[in-house]
């Protein structure tokens, strides 16, 4: 089992930053991967940026060369920093977790509101 809890969304203006965090509740080096995903309304989820422990990253094609995914071991926390903010990228943004197992289980954490908006 893993928890996850998302912190640091909010409302930013368009050309805006912010960084999300996602704390787990446990070694982030024992997972697959982890990684960013949004729903916005009326929309289906789409991965955001994805980090595997071999380093392995992926990103989203509409957040290519704005959004930078990074870890911090010591603190088992995953984050999103994500700068030139456009009103498109208005979601609910939520950490995954995939745990090595056959088939893999995949965590969710509660999401966090991202708003874009002037």
């Known amino acids: 089992q893993v928890q996850l809890v998302e912190s640091g969304g909010g409302l930013v203006r368009p050309g805006g930053s912010l960084r999300l965090s996602c704390a787990a509740s446990?070694?982030?080096?024992?997972?697959?991967?982890m990684g960013w995903y949004r729903q916005a309304p009326g929309k289906q989820r789409e991965l955001v940026a994805r980090?595997?422990?071999?380093?392995?990253?992926t990103y989203g094609d509409s957040v290519k060369g704005r959004f930078t995914i990074s870890r911090d071991s010591a603190k088992n926390t995953v984050y999103l920093q994500m700068n030139s903010l456009k009103p498109e990228d208005t979601a609910v943004y939520y950490c995954?977790?995939?745990?090595?197992?056959?088939?893999?289980?995949?965590?969710w954490g509660q999401g966090t509101q991202v708003t874009v908006s002037s």
């Open positions: 995954n977790a995939v745990e090595t197992a056959i088939p893999p289980v995949n965590y």
């Open positions: 980090i595997t422990s071999g380093t392995t990253i």
């Open positions: 446990r070694n982030i080096f024992s997972l697959t991967a």
